[in-house]
């Protein structure tokens, strides 16, 4: 089946779910409940955008992630990258279409490999695509692209652990960049990092996409950081995508309570304006158990009956502003 | 909710002491061989008073956690050792006591919660009994009797259903449960000063938020001293009412919150304060402080933020400066804010 594109969507997502069921699943002999880790996503990203994806742990942020660069497959739906439906591609095809998606991840430190010199891990995208032949021009390109990030050159040679946080979050960004992608999954890019780097890191990232083009999905679960990145933001909740609108709207008017809570609840620097909690009750259900109808009603403050059997679908509440709530009405967050 | 008599109890450790409750005075920790240790910490001196809540915040390898870990007499010995200092806990000085006595202190005068929840926790006991053996460590009482003070403790941080759960093991319990389980065990036996080491850091925003609400309620319920140590001063600004920054080991400003807010003083601060994105701001370009932290024991001598700092006189680069006071509220480590121009 063919997915509509217009001209300015990169990333087209429709209905995509991901079971995780292991064959053989058996834990200490008990068979694994399976896990519903994201269902019914559909979205778009567009030509050099940013849209930020954000949600507490577990709610399947990485997973979607993944699943867009088929890292994984997905259950069902379907996912096209520039008009080419991926989930359909041959390995072979699907190799090609890797040097236009990249991945950044959380974990400066598990992310590189420790043996291998920056230069190797930066070159090692290079080399893949054939993009470059001799031993001279992989170190000039990669010269280069440390420039870019920010990195001195005469740092090539040396090894991961001879970094720091913020460095070696560079020397990611580095190698993700380096095939030139479309389209870059980074996942928590900053979230481990110290509050005076990860405002570097963040500026870099920014920088680097306004030359280069690219588009970001960018996961993160900081919603301040995420105010200075995203263009457009997508809330998740235990799989699905709860609310999803440009980043002014979501912001200053959220429209589900889940989003008004995760709002509410980001304790601002600053202690002239001690602002009123939204505290939730409980903990986030297991994804192997979803609860039924909303899968927001065992904690959402305004809980109806109606909302324990039904599930309401993402619905346009405004211009480009979906959200998925039966009772969504944009209630602006003193923040 | 109300707290029985048994949770509210204050026993007095030492007579009523006048002045504050902690006082740390030019401690200096240094890790490695003597000879070549490096200094992690230096020079650190501070004071808390009873009923107070002060933060220390800085950025990772600041010396947040050796600080409260000498607090706890827990800096891990060898490769660890205290170089200089006095730690006075009401008036006695900790770091001069015996090693033996210090057990006695922790749990009952000073409590301690931990940034990770998990390995923090026996996995193979329950949360009860736990929980009852942080009580027993100090407190002779029936099985029954203790029992009753688990369940009150439960209900204090709030896990539903307290008589069922406390059979239950911590794999059972989400992150913020656990996170509540560390907070009762350390205040079982009603400590006059609780150490919180990044509580909320490994939590969720709505389970952060949960977390914060119970620290507030300790304090109203139980009147305990507070120091909470984090590298978030959103976390810091809710819940204390000073705070402490660190900057490569040493405390570079130290003063109310609301004052440190308003017109931070060291150059740090104020980089630090211009840094962190804010959830009402539009501005997308983050303002960033150039550089990076120096590694313990590399800068040999002047300003340890001298390299970053846009501040800086030639005098920073020859000589150390000490934590001045600049109002009654506030200090700060700067030559430029104490009024040197060259
Ligand atoms: N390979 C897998 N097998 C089974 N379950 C998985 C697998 N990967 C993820 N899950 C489950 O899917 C759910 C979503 O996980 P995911 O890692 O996508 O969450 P997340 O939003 O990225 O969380 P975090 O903020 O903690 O990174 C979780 O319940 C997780 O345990
Ligand atoms: N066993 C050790 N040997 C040598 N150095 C150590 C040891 N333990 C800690 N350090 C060093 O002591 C310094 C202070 O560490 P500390 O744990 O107090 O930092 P922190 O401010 O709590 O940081 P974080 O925010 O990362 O928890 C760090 O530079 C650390 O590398
Ligand atoms: S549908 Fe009902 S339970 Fe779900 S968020 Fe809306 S009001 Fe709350
Ligand atoms: S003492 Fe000098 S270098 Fe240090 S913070 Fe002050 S102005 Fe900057
Ligand atoms: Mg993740
Ligand atoms: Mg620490």
Same mark, same amino acid.
């Given at each position: 089946? !063919?997915?509509?594109?217009?001209?300015?969507?990169?990333?087209?997502?429709?209905?995509?779910?991901?079971?995780?069921?292991?064959?053989?699943?058996?834990?200490?002999?008990?068979?694994?409940?399976?896990?519903?880790?994201?269902?019914?996503?559909?979205?778009?990203?567009?030509?050099?955008?940013?849209?930020?994806?954000?949600?507490?742990?577990?709610?399947?942020?990485?997973?979607?992630?993944?699943?867009?660069?088929?890292?994984?497959?997905?259950?069902?739906?379907?996912?096209?990258?520039?008009?080419?439906?991926?989930?359909?591609?041959?390995? !072979?095809?699907?190799?090609?279409?890797?040097?236009?998606?990249?991945?950044?991840?959380?974990?400066?430190?598990?992310?590189?490999?420790?043996?291998?010199?920056?230069?190797?891990?930066?070159?090692?995208?290079?080399?893949?695509?054939?993009?470059?032949?001799?031993?001279?021009?992989?170190?000039?390109?990669?010269?280069?692209?440390?420039?870019?990030?920010?990195?001195?050159?005469?740092?090539?040679?040396?090894?991961?652990?001879?970094?720091?946080?913020?460095?070696?979050?560079?020397?990611?960004?580095?190698?993700?960049?380096?095939?030139?992608?479309?389209?870059?999954?980074?996942?928590?890019?900053?979230?481990?990092?110290?509050?005076?780097?990860?405002?570097?890191?963040?500026?870099?990232?920014?920088?680097?996409?306004?030359?280069?083009?690219?588009?970001?999905?960018?996961?993160?679960?900081?919603?301040?950081?995420?105010?200075?990145?995203?263009?457009?933001?997508?809330?998740?909740?235990?799989?699905?995508?709860?609310?999803?609108?440009?980043?002014?709207?979501?912001?200053?008017?959220?429209?589900?309570?889940?989003?008004?809570?995760?709002?509410?609840?980001?304790?601002?620097?600053?202690?002239?304006?001690?602002?009123?909690?939204?505290?939730?009750?409980?903990?986030?259900?297991?994804?192997? !158990?979803?609860?039924?109808?909303?899968?927001?009603?065992?904690?959402?403050?305004?809980?109806?009956?109606?909302?324990?059997?039904?599930?309401?679908?993402?619905?346009?509440?405004?211009?480009?502003?979906?959200?998925?709530?039966?009772?969504?009405?944009?209630?602006?967050?003193?923040? | 909710?109300?707290?029985?008599?048994?949770?509210?109890?204050?026993?007095?450790?030492?007579?009523?002491?006048?002045?504050?409750?902690?006082?740390?005075?030019?401690?200096?920790?240094?890790?490695?061989?003597?000879?070549?240790?490096?200094?992690?910490?230096?020079?650190?001196?501070?004071?808390?008073?009873?009923?107070?809540?002060?933060?220390?915040?800085?950025?990772?390898?600041?010396?947040?956690?050796?600080? =409260?870990?000498?607090?706890?007499?827990?800096?891990?010995?060898?490769?660890?050792?205290?170089? #200089?200092?006095?730690?006075?806990?009401?008036?006695?000085?900790?770091?001069?006591?015996?090693?033996?006595?210090?057990?006695? @202190?922790?749990?009952?005068?000073?409590?301690?919660?931990?940034?990770?929840?998990?390995?923090?926790?026996?996995?193979?006991? #329950?949360?009860?009994?736990?929980?009852?053996?942080?009580?027993?460590?100090?407190?002779?009482?029936?099985?029954?009797?203790?029992?009753?003070?688990?369940?009150?403790?439960?209900?204090?941080?709030?896990?539903?259903?307290?008589?069922?759960?406390?059979?239950?093991?911590?794999?059972?319990? =989400?992150?913020?449960?656990?996170?509540?389980?560390? @907070?009762?065990?350390?205040?079982?036996?009603?400590?006059?000063?609780?150490?919180?080491?990044?509580?909320?850091?490994?939590?969720?925003?709505?389970?952060?938020?949960?977390?914060?609400?119970?620290?507030?309620?300790?304090?109203?319920?139980?009147?305990?001293?507070?120091?909470?140590?984090?590298?978030?001063?959103?976390?810091?600004?809710?819940?204390?009412?000073?705070?402490?920054?660190?900057?490569?080991?040493?405390?570079?400003?130290?003063?109310?919150?609301?004052?440190?807010?308003?017109?931070?003083?060291?150059?740090?601060?104020?980089?630090?304060?211009?840094?962190?994105?804010?959830? &009402?701001?539009?501005?997308?370009?983050?303002?960033?402080?150039?550089?990076?932290?120096?590694?313990?024991?590399?800068? &040999?001598?002047?300003?340890?933020?001298?390299?970053?700092?846009?501040?800086?006189?030639? &005098?920073?680069?020859?000589? #150390?400066?000490?934590?001045?006071?600049?109002?009654?509220?506030?200090?700060?480590?700067?030559?430029?804010?104490?009024?040197?121009?060259?």
């Amino acid at each position: 089946m !063919n997915i509509a594109v217009t001209g300015d969507d990169l990333v087209v997502v429709r209905d995509v779910g991901k079971t995780f069921s292991e064959a053989g699943g058996l834990v200490f002999g008990r068979s694994q409940p399976s896990v519903r880790a994201v269902d019914g996503a559909s979205f778009e990203v567009k030509r050099g955008e940013t849209l930020a994806l954000v949600g507490e742990s577990g709610c399947g942020k990485s997973t979607l992630g993944r699943l867009l660069l088929r890292l994984i497959d997905a259950s069902e739906g379907e996912i096209a990258i520039d008009g080419v439906d991926i989930l359909r591609l041959s390995s !072979n095809d699907m190799r090609q279409m890797r040097a236009r998606v990249q991945m950044i991840f959380q974990d400066p430190y598990g992310s590189l490999s420790p043996r291998r010199s920056v230069a190797k891990i930066i070159a090692e995208p290079l080399e893949i695509f054939g993009l470059v032949q001799t031993r001279k021009q992989r170190r000039d390109r990669v010269a280069e692209l440390m420039i870019q990030v920010g990195l001195s050159p005469t740092f090539m040679d040396r090894y991961p652990r001879q970094f720091s946080g913020g460095q070696r979050q560079r020397i990611g960004i580095a190698r993700a960049i380096a095939v030139d992608p479309q389209f870059i999954v980074a996942d928590e890019p900053v979230s481990a990092l110290d509050v005076s780097v990860q405002a570097q890191i963040v500026n870099l990232m920014q920088d680097l996409q306004k030359s280069r083009g690219f588009s970001y999905l960018f996961i993160a679960h900081d919603l301040s950081v995420v105010r200075h990145i995203a263009d457009r933001v997508a809330v998740m909740y235990l799989g699905r995508i709860v609310e999803i609108g440009p980043k002014k709207r979501i912001y200053d008017f959220p429209s589900h309570p889940y989003t008004q809570a995760l709002l509410s609840a980001v304790p601002e620097p600053d202690p002239e304006t001690r602002k009123s909690r939204i505290i939730l009750k409980g903990d986030v259900p297991s994804p192997a !158990n979803v609860p039924t109808g909303c899968s927001f009603h065992t904690r959402c403050p305004i809980v109806q009956p109606v909302c324990r059997t039904e599930r309401p679908p993402l619905v346009e509440t405004a211009s480009r502003h979906l959200a998925a709530c039966h009772f969504a009405k944009p209630h602006p967050i003193p923040l | 909710m109300t707290i029985a008599p048994s949770l509210s109890r204050q026993q007095p450790v030492s007579s009523t002491h006048p002045g504050p409750l902690l006082k740390v005075e030019d401690l200096s920790i240094e890790f490695g061989p003597e000879g070549t240790a490096v200094r992690v910490v230096e020079g650190v001196s501070f004071s808390i008073d009873a009923g107070a809540a002060v933060g220390i915040v800085g950025e990772s390898g600041s010396g947040k956690s050796m600080t =409260s870990l000498a607090v706890m007499g827990l800096i891990p010995s060898p490769p660890g050792r205290i170089a #200089t200092g006095r730690i006075l806990f009401e008036g006695v000085d900790l770091l001069g006591l015996p090693r033996s006595r210090m057990p006695e @202190i922790r749990g009952r005068d000073i409590a301690m919660i931990f940034q990770e929840p998990m390995s923090s926790l026996n996995p193979v006991m #329950t949360i009860g009994d736990q929980i009852g053996e942080a009580i027993k460590l100090h407190e002779k009482m029936g099985r029954e009797e203790r029992r009753q003070r688990i369940i009150e403790l439960l209900k204090l941080v709030g896990i539903p259903d307290p008589e069922r759960r406390l059979g239950a093991y911590p794999h059972q319990f =989400s992150g913020g449960m656990r996170q509540r389980v560390m @907070i009762a065990m350390a205040v079982a036996c009603n400590p006059k000063l609780l150490i919180a080491d990044e509580p909320t850091t490994a939590l969720d925003v709505t389970i952060q938020a949960q977390v914060l609400e119970l620290m507030h309620k300790i304090r109203r319920t139980l009147n305990t001293t507070i120091l909470l140590i984090s590298h978030d001063l959103g976390v810091i600004a809710d819940i204390c009412e000073r705070v402490i920054v660190m900057y490569a080991g040493k405390v570079v400003e130290d003063a109310d919150v609301k004052t440190i807010f308003r017109s931070p003083k060291h150059p740090y601060t104020r980089g630090l304060l211009q840094s962190i994105p804010r959830l &009402k701001d539009e501005n997308t370009r983050l303002y960033q402080i150039p550089g990076m932290v120096p590694l313990p024991g590399t800068i &040999k001598q002047g300003c340890p933020f001298f390299p970053r700092c846009p501040d800086r006189i030639d &005098k920073c680069a020859r000589e #150390t400066p000490p934590l001045l006071e600049i109002t009654s509220q506030q200090k700060a480590a700067c030559w430029v804010s104490a009024g040197a121009t060259s």
